[in-house]
């Protein structure tokens, strides 16, 4: 006997399934061997498992399929979210970077990406974080939710830094934080092969055991540390996030496990004269089995206008965007940046690009009482 796979249309996303060899299964079999697949490698990693197959009395064959998304970067989980103006939200990928804005600074950051692509993922990140000279180090909040499809990642993080001068004008800072993260999934968007899904009545039946009707969700803590060293010229973080690797269990059937990632920035401030300025930046994400590289260039002019370039990918099956950036500063303390990012990958021919907002509000005074540290004058443009 022949059986075919039946897939669920999980987030809506038209999956491509070149990939994937049609199973034969003698009749006598009662279960299926798991087997993995991956279905598209260069942006996102789709596991397929497939778990039972089940005996119906009138002999037909039924496979359950549980899909199970490691909805993970080529380098970095989609658990970490991607942002194409990362060098201008430092705080968001490293904990150890607050404070070093010099003054209160908060960021608000929405993404939509691979527009037009039904299900696509889209991203919203708030935080804020201040320098407390009286503790030596200064303290963060963090806020992001992270929508695809029918999966939703909401995460919230507090974190201390502690900063120690170094030579002449240098700041090594040593961060830490922790929080907690929900994911749910809204099992009323799912449609499986054997569903019924009348339009005219409200409610949905799978037809699956495994999957739920409604909206399930649980909630696991998260731990993040980092190191940032900053002088005039140079900038060097490493962070790793999702430490303890928690698991999340949604129900018996279906759990998640968020994968441990590090990630490596460095930047260089270059004056090349009073009113014109370039940061060259290198950012590398890996869970140590994949690992993605991004290079930008921003150049401002005045300390007012800025623009730029970043390139997403080191090999053919890693190039995923090439991507533009402009802002500007809206006054000395507002500052409203936007980006662009040209899809390269295969879902080039089903979107039609990803966008960006960033704005970003920094008070530019002292705060609170006790001794700051040596302000470091760069010509980073959300100072």
Known sequence: MIGCLFFYKMHQINFFFDKIKVLTVAENHNYLLQENKILEKDTYIYVVQIITLQTYRSMKYFFTLLIILNISFAASSQQLGQYTMYMLNNYR???????????LSATGVFRGQWVGLEGSPTMQNVNVHMPMYYIKGAVGLNIENITLGAEQNLSATISYAYHKPVGDNGILSFGAGGGIYQKSLDGSILRTPGGNYDENIPVINHNDLLLTEGKQGAITPIFNAGVYFQTEKIEIGASANNIIEPKINLNDN??????RHYLLTLAYNWNMSNLLSIQPTIIAKSDLIETQIEIST?????????????????????????????????????????????????YNSVSNG??????????????????PPRIIHNPRFLE
Do not use: C
Request: aromatic letters at 12%; zero cysteines.
């Open 93 to 103: 990928s490293n904990v150890a970077y607050a404070g070093l804005d010099n003054s």
């Open 254 to 259: 279906i759990n998640f496990q968020l994968k």
């Open 298 to 346: 921003i150049v401002t002019y005045n300390d007012n206008i800025f623009g730029g370039a970043t390139f997403r990918g080191y090999s053919k099956n890693t190039i995923d965007a090439a991507a533009f950036i402009a802002g500007i500063k809206l006054s000395e303390k507002i500052t409203l940046a936007y980006s662009y990012d040209l899809t390269l990958s295969p």
């Open 354 to 371: 990803s966008h960006e907002i960033l704005i970003n509000y920094n008070l530019n005074k002292k705060i609170g009482a006790g001794v």
